[in-house]
Every structure is written in structure tokens, then in C-alpha cells.
T-cell receptor, first 110, second 113 residues
Framework: QKEVEQNSGPLSVPEGAIASLNCTYSDRGSQSFFWYRQYSGKSPELIMFIYSNGDKEDGRFTAQLNKASQYVSLLIRDSQPSDSATYLCASLYNFNKFYFGSGTKLNVKP | KAGVTQTPRYLIKTRGQQVTLSCSPISGHRSVSWYQQTPGQGLQFLFEYFSETQRNKGNFPGRFSGRQFSNSRSEMNVSTLELGDSALYLC????????????FGPGTRLTVL
């Protein structure tokens, strides 16, 4: 079993809709969780991180963490075609090891 | 401020050969982590260096090794290459700790024939 699991997609949403990306993790010792965006042929770039239960908002992005369910999600409001990319979820274990999911491919259709 | 740089960007090797990849972190960053990215396995942590010492290591065989120099530049070496080593190798730098925001370099695309 992988440490971090994501649905590979693709997830297709129309422009202006809310895109919901989900990830589960297996180790309860994980402290923080990160969402990265990776455009095709490019390297990952950090969107946001979360370490407390609940929601964290940054512009059009909202990260949600539920430690009891070991579940992390990323909501993208007012999705734009430029949001089309692969989204990687990562957990930080023991403050020193990152585990990445395989990523969910998001397509935002104009 | 310049970003993370990796050289070479592309590399083609044959089975059994060895390869050395280089990473220069953002100026002032002292932590360098290496990752392997493949379509099947996703992004997998190889190791992390801080102040010339390997601080953390992922679950890769001993053929994968690395080092860090006093100027924080890092190299990664893979010996006795196998077909399965074909991947994008990404380097990420952070200020002090792995938990700091990591900035990724453009990667080195290694193809093993």
C-alpha cells in the first residue's frame, strides 16, 4: 500500500466550476500535507500546505484536512483552463520525509 | 534570485553504465532533496542532504548515492544502470529543513537503453 493515494483521473470540469481533488494517507504519524501543481513537462510547484484539521483558504484554493479520516482535499473555485495540470498530494512524515501521491490530472474545459 | 538548476537536462545511457547528476540549490538554501519521478510510481524520495551530510534516505538500493559540497551543491550518482532507472530525476532545495517550502529544479530526464 502506498503512503499517499490519489485517483489518477483525469478529472474534467467546465470553466468556472469547482474542481475537487482528493487524497488519502495511511500513516497517522504524518504531520503536514502539501498540494503541488505540475504542468506537463515542468517541475512541481507548491500551491499550499495544511497541518491543522479543517479548512485553509488561499485565493481560489481551499485545502481541507481530516486527520480522523486520514483525508486531504483541494478545492479550486472558478476553475480556469490554466489550472489544467497534474496535482500532487504529499505528506510529511516525522518532519523529514515527504511521500507523494501519483497525482490527479485535472482538465478544465473552456 | 536564481532558481534551482540541474545539469544535464537530458541524458541517454546504456545498461551497466553509471551516471552523475548535478543540482545547484537556490542561493542560501542548505537542504537539497532528490526525487525520482516515473509514470508508474509517481514522485519517490531518494535522499536529502544538509550541511554535506545525508540527513534522510528513501527506499532505494545502494546503487543510488549522493553527496553535498560545502557550497550546498549536490550530486547524485547511479551505478550499474538498469532499464527501470529511466525516469525524471528532480532536485528540490529548501532553506533549512525538509519541512520548509521546497523549490524544485527542472529535472534531469535519464533514459537507459
Amino acid at each position: 500500500q502506498k503512503e499517499v493515494e490519489q485517483n489518477s483521473g483525469p478529472l474534467s470540469v467546465p470553466e468556472g466550476a469547482i474542481a475537487s481533488l482528493n487524497c488519502t494517507y495511511s500513516d497517522r504519524g504524518s504531520q503536514s500535507f502539501f498540494w503541488y501543481r505540475q504542468y506537463s513537462g515542468k517541475s512541481p510547484e507548491l500551491i499550499m500546505f495544511i497541518y491543522s484539521n479543517g479548512d485553509k483558504e488561499d485565493g481560489r484554493f481551499t485545502a481541507q484536512l481530516n486527520k480522523a479520516s486520514q483525508y486531504v482535499s483541494l478545492l479550486i473555485r472558478d476553475s480556469q483552463p490554466s489550472d489544467s495540470a497534474t496535482y500532487l498530494c504529499a505528506s510529511l512524515y516525522n518532519f523529514n520525509k515527504f511521500y507523494f501521491g501519483s497525482g490527479t490530472k485535472l482538465n478544465v474545459k473552456p | 534570485k536564481a532558481g534551482v538548476t540541474q545539469t544535464p537536462r537530458y541524458l541517454i545511457k546504456t545498461r551497466g553504465q553509471q551516471v552523475t547528476l548535478s543540482c545547484s540549490p537556490i542561493s542560501g538554501h542548505r537542504s537539497v532533496s532528490w526525487y525520482q519521478q516515473t509514470p508508474g510510481q509517481g514522485l519517490q524520495f531518494l535522499f536529502e542532504y544538509f550541511s554535506e551530510t545525508q540527513r534522510n534516505k528513501g527506499n532505494f538500493p545502494g546503487r543510488f548515492s549522493g553527496r553535498q559540497f560545502s557550497n550546498s551543491r549536490s550530486e547524485m550518482n547511479v551505478s550499474t544502470l538498469e532499464l527501470g532507472d529511466s525516469a525524471l530525476y528532480l532536485c528540490a532545495s529548501s532553506l533549512e529543513w525538509t519541512s520548509d517550502e521546497q523549490f524544485f529544479g527542472p529535472g534531469t530526464r535519464l533514459t537507459v537503453l
